[in-house]
């Protein structure tokens, strides 16, 4: 059966290892957002990530407040772009946008 863990990702001290694949639907998001704290929540989620993913494991992120530019200049430090999945779209003042940003991306060294 897959291995199912729940942790604080920020403080798992390298606890959570080996894993295949890793789905996050808003926890970077949470994170980031937080002012007090912008670059080492950044810094520590992307560290826990690395550790936690096996080498050529997949990352799947789904995000609300970030652009598609924007998280492949935050993950383009050891991570790899694979694909963007397809998410609602809308138009507004004649502009076309995502309500939100879905990618996966592959850890890499």
Known sequence: MP?????DFLNCD?????????IDKGTFDAIILNPDNFNDGK?????SLKE????DGFFAITSC?????QLLDRFSEGF?????LP?????FGGK??????????KRVH
């Open 43 to 47: 810094k520590l989620y992307i560290q």
């Open 65 to 69: 407040n970030w652009t598609r530019e």
């Open 3 to 7: 291995q199912k863990q729940e942790m």
């Open 96 to 105: 076309t946008g995502n309500a939100v940003t879905a990618l996966i991306f």
């Open 87 to 91: 998410t609602p779209r809308f138009q």
């Open 52 to 55: 936690a993913l096996k080498c």
């Open 80 to 84: 790899e772009f694979v694909q963007e």
């Open 14 to 22: 390298g606890k959570l290892k080996g894993f295949d694949v890793c």
